[in-house]
């Protein structure tokens, strides 16, 4: 098991910064690769980064490439989401996800999608205001 909570959320004028956080706890955070996830009102979850279990590898949505970072600190058991040049499409509930994979590279090629997770923390609301 492994419990998963995100902070950092808020309110941000667009062109603004955020930084979220998911603090992981229970079992060795670094046997887990990590995705951020987001929802929009009346939308399906979508995914948005991802990172391998040392965090060498990261893979992202082509809606926030250039604009979105996940990093991980692994002495910390966290992982992050530095979001630059926000818009109001990106406003959304986000949540950040945990799976080991299997400790496999090829398994982690499906980290894009909600089925591939198998520990979701709560969500923390990032709205961008026009």
């Known amino acids: 098991q492994v419990q998963l909570v995100e902070s950092g959320g808020g309110l941000v004028q667009a062109g603004g910064s955020l930084r979220l956080s998911c603090a992981a706890s229970?079992?060795?955070?670094?046997?887990?690769?990590m995705g951020w996830f987001r929802q929009a009102p009346g939308k399906e979850r979508e995914f948005v980064a991802a990172?391998?279990?040392?965090?060498?590898?990261?893979r992202y949505a082509d809606s926030v490439k250039g604009r979105f970072t996940i990093s991980r600190d692994n002495a910390k058991n966290t992982v992050y989401l530095q979001m630059n040049s926000l818009s109001p499409e990106d406003t959304a509930v986000y949540y950040c996800?945990?799976?080991?994979?299997?400790?496999?590279?090829?398994?982690?090629?499906?980290?894009?999608?909600?089925?591939?997770?198998?520990?979701w923390g709560q969500g923390t609301q990032v709205t961008v205001s026009s």
């Open positions: 990172i391998t279990w040392s965090g060498g590898t990261t």
């Open positions: 996800a945990a799976d080991t994979f299997a400790g496999d590279i090829i398994a982690w090629s499906r980290s894009y999608g909600t089925d591939a997770y198998t520990y």
């Open positions: 229970g079992r060795a955070f670094s046997h887990f690769a």
